[in-house]
């Protein structure tokens, strides 16, 4: 038997169908109104930014003002005395007071095969670096913090990238991993101030991070507990390298020039700071880095999962 169609329901002109191509036509005419509106405002939008942007060029205002229609205003934040704050890589809530107390002189002892090959490893990577920089501690702290910068992001990332796989937490590892990565660049940041490398250093620089990135991302998948067991043995070496760096600056062979703003701020530092209260809690930073990349090693050594252990969040 063939199966009609009831003539009540027409398909295409008329009826139920043809009310709703008409609906349908109808709300595609209205869209399009809309997004014409829409575009004929941003683009107004957009015109009146740009004009604010060349009025404040011909005021001669020194910040930059953004064409942007998306209404994103940048907060207008001030410090503890008042001032407008003018850190953009930091907010002051981000800002603290380094604990300079911490014991510079603990030492993991390496016992393990595994604990051996990393603190051999970074012992032989100490012997160029100090044929090259020799006392020049300033350049040799912007090659160390391009370098120690590498390791919290690297870890953090494939971390955060396990915790996605998985479907579980990281127990604060990748916070943490990316804090010690944010604080080591800000060294960086600092004795960019203090230091000005010349261009074989830069140079230097880009190769230095390119290999030692790849080689940490390799060893950090094949063992963890190996690459923070030589992030660790790496921060004992930083602690050497500043403590020497402060000797020569208690001895006259560097100037101990005042603090730059950006590291006052940081750390809170007294406003009359110098080069030295700049490395001294440098230093400490190195020291707590060290602490806890130990201690995520031997967390590994112990069969431990990183995200079994709450992470030492802000401990630095």
């Not at 016992?111 to 020049?136: M, N």
């Not at 915790?163 to 060294?187: D, K, P, Y």
Request: aromatic share 10%; net charge neutral; glycine share 6%.
């Amino acid at each position: 038997m063939r199966s009609r169609v009831p003539a009540s329901r027409p398909l295409l002109a008329g009826g139920e169908g043809g009310l709703w191509a008409r609906l349908l036509a109808t709300s595609a005419a209205e869209a399009a109104k809309e997004e014409a509106a829409a575009s004929k405002d941003n683009v107004a939008s957009t015109a009146a930014a740009t004009a604010e942007a060349m009025q404040a060029v011909k005021e001669g205002e020194k910040s930059a003002v953004v064409s942007s229609y998306w209404g994103i205003v940048p907060a207008k934040l001030v410090n503890k005395d008042g001032a407008e704050w003018k850190w953009s890589c930091f907010r002051p809530w981000e800002a603290y007071t380094s604990d300079t107390s911490i014991d510079l002189t603990k030492h993991h002892q390496p016992k393990v095969l595994l604990d051996k090959i990393a603190y051999w490893t970074v012992k032989s990577l100490r012997v160029p670096t100090d044929i090259f920089f020799q006392r020049r501690y300033g350049c040799r702290a912007m090659m160390l913090e391009t370098v120690a910068a590498v390791p919290g992001m690297v870890g953090g990332m494939l971390l955060h990238l396990r915790s996605l796989r998985r479907f579980e937490q990281s127990g604060g590892w990748i916070r943490a991993l990316l804090e010690e990565a944010e604080n080591e660049r800000m060294h960086l940041m600092t004795f960019m101030e203090v230091a000005d490398p010349k261009w074989y250093e830069r140079a230097l620089v880009l190769a230095v991070q390119g290999v030692f990135f790849n080689a940490y991302f390799v060893g950090y998948l094949l063992s963890p507990k190996f690459a923070h067991r030589v992030v660790g043995y790496l921060e004992e070496e930083a602690i050497h390298s500043y403590t020497e760096f402060l000797r020569d600056l208690e001895a006259g062979k560097i100037e101990n020039v005042p603090a730059p703003r950006i590291a006052i701020d940081y750390w809170r530092l007294p406003a009359d700071a110098r080069l030295k209260d700049v490395v001294t809690v440098v230093r400490a930073d190195e020291a707590h880095h060290r602490d806890v990349n130990h201690f995520a090693a031997d967390i590994h050594f112990q069969g431990l999962e990183l995200n079994k252990t709450p992470a030492p969040l802000g401990y630095h």
